[in-house]
């Protein structure tokens, strides 16, 4: 009995002396705990994932056939799964069925292009209709496109355009032959197809000015720098690599170089149309700006807004032309 009264007696002892420290202990093991199961309840239900390392994400998990180990962990994890290219999340779909949930049921969750360090430099923010996110804004552009840019009535109204110019390439070839010389067929359908957009367009060729000047290598330029790898797309710590590379400065150069073309282009026309007000025949930017003056929109289209525009019609209209013809 004496034995347990001291017993007691020191466990008292004990627990006045340390029960002061070990409350705050404590009720930082107990935040910890709920903090933890709030986050856990928190997280998005996300696909399995192959576990990842820092920095590099799964990319130690891709060899020299890419799509082949994309299917050989999508037969461990499943035809849905995350995988990580270094920073950048990406959702990886190894099942026709799940593709086409993606595209028909689930499209306009993933209908967005994704914003890399090009499209935002070189594409005024991401405002063209290609890199746009979906959204109000895009759905407006588009109605700018198809219903004013590229309605059938406009796109016959330049039907003569189309035919000089295919008879000029027609002839280049002809002349070529008959002289048992060579020719560059690849560089003839980006000429061709470029002076097609751009009469289209802006309302002339810029080769009767500039002969292979400034702005005959802009879509090239562009096309390049939009497939371009910059690493903090991918590795955000590592951003200064592309200044060290030249990559920067080399978006800045083509950005100076496609923004000054345009903007010559817009103030052109707009010194035109006021000699002019009723242009009897009208290319792109005729059309921008009047619907532009005329508050003829549901938002507010700016100069930067109407100069994205047209720069997807330039090069989009005439990279990827002339690239599907030479293929």
């Known amino acids: 009995m004496p034995i347990l009264t001291l017993l007691q007696q020191s466990w008292q002892e004990l627990h006045k002396i340390t029960f002061?420290?070990?409350l705050p202990l404590l009720f930082l093991f107990s935040f910890l705990y709920v903090f933890k199961r709030i986050r856990r309840s928190g997280k998005?239900?996300?696909p399995p994932s192959p576990p990842k390392l820092p920095i590099i994400g799964n990319l130690h998990k891709l060899g020299s056939l890419p799509h082949r180990s994309l299917q050989a962990l999508s037969k461990k994890y499943g035809p849905v799964m995350f995988f990580y290219f270094g920073h950048a999340p990406t959702l990886v779909l190894s099942s026709a069925n799940m593709a086409r949930e993606m595209m028909t049921t689930h499209d306009i969750l993933f209908s967005n292009r994704s914003k890399t360090t090009a499209t935002n430099f070189l594409l005024y923010g991401c405002?063209?209709?290609?890199f746009a996110p979906y959204g109000e804004y895009w759905r407006q552009v588009r109605k700018i496109c198809v219903l004013e840019l590229l309605t059938l009535k406009r796109v016959?109204?330049?039907?003569n355009t189309r035919e000089e110019e295919v008879s000029i390439l027609i002839n280049?070839?002809?002349?070529?032959?008959?002289k048992g010389v060579s020719i560059n067929l690849s560089e003839i359908l980006i000429e061709t197809s470029k002076n097609i957009v751009t009469r289209c367009a802006f309302g002339k060729k810029f080769e009767e000015e500039d002969g292979k000047g400034r702005f005959s290598e802009l879509p090239r330029k562009l096309a390049v720098l939009l497939t371009t790898f910059?690493?903090?797309d991918f590795f955000p710590s590592l951003g200064w690599i592309d200044i060290l590379t030249g990559k920067i400065a080399s978006l800045k150069s083509t950005f100076g170089e496609l923004d000054a073309f345009l903007n010559e282009v817009v103030e052109e026309h707009k010194t035109m149309k006021s000699d002019d007000e009723h242009p009897k025949n009208k290319d792109f930017v005729d059309i921008l700006l009047h619907l532009q003056k005329n508050g003829m929109l549901d938002f507010e289209l700016t100069h930067d807004n109407l100069k994205a525009i047209l720069l997807d019609m330039f090069a989009g209209?005439?990279?990827?032309?002339s690239t599907t013809l030479e293929w």
Do not use: A
Not at 156 to 159: D, E, I, R
């Open 317 to 321: 209209g005439s990279e990827t032309t």
């Open 20 to 22: 002061i420290p070990l």
């Open 44 to 46: 998005p239900n996300l």
């Open 156 to 159: 016959q109204s330049f039907q």
């Open 230 to 232: 910059f690493w903090r």
């Open 172 to 178: 280049k070839v002809r002349d070529s032959c008959l």
């Open 127 to 130: 405002t063209d209709l290609v």
